[in-house]
């Protein structure tokens, strides 16, 4: 069985903000002081934040379901809406997170192939992504995808500055 992906819309912005702090939440509250998470879920997934990237041309977020269940998302960048590198014709993976009740479901996984199916149709140069230093199963899990190391960037988490391996995979 595979997942069903498809594209939100602003009628999703409400199940986005909340898919987002939770599996933010999960990902990474074990790992990070409550003040800072909480001062970055309000930065990063304030409905208005929202709001603005999804109406923003150049980011697209994808929703998967796991029989009608959502069980996770998927955010795109391009050009200017890079977090990096926007002048250039990468696509960006900024966000892929899956519930935790669909982890080891190939979900994950589905997300990735489908945003390899969108750079080849945009004729997109290569792939990157940025990915938390201490997130090894991420790490790992993006390695076997072929993506290599290029730089790194910090990543603020209220008033904690984390380090983001950048990670890419050339395509054409």
């Keep these: 069985m595979e997942g069903k992906i498809r594209l939100c819309n602003l009628d999703d912005l409400t199940e986005l903000q909340k898919i987002s702090v939770e599996t933010f939440v999960d990902t990474f509250a074990a790992d990070n002081n409550p003040?800072?998470?909480?001062?970055?879920?309000?930065?990063?997934?304030?409905?208005?934040?929202?709001?603005?990237?999804m109406i923003n041309p150049e980011s697209r977020f994808f929703f998967i379901y796991w029989a009608d269940s959502l069980a996770g998302y998927l955010k795109l960048n391009t050009g200017g809406a890079q977090t990096e590198m926007s002048d250039s014709n990468n696509l960006?993976?900024?966000?892929?997170y899956i519930r935790k009740e669909f982890k080891r479901l190939g979900l994950g996984r589905q997300l990735l192939d489908y945003a390899f199916?969108?750079?080849?149709?945009?004729n997109r140069e290569s792939i990157w992504l940025g990915v938390w230093e201490k997130n090894t199963n991420a790490l790992q899990f993006y390695r076997?995808?072929?993506f290599e190391k290029v730089g790194a960037h910090d990543f603020i988490?209220?008033?904690?500055?984390?380090?983001?391996?950048i990670m890419m995979k050339e395509l054409l």
């Design 92 to 96: 960006e993976v900024e966000r892929i």
């Design 117 to 122: 199916e969108v750079a080849a149709k945009e």
């Design 35 to 53: 003040a800072d998470l909480q001062e970055y879920l309000s930065e990063a997934y304030g409905f208005g934040k929202l709001k603005e990237e």
């Design 157 to 165: 988490v209220g008033e904690d500055k984390q380090t983001d391996l």
């Design 144 to 146: 076997a995808f072929g």
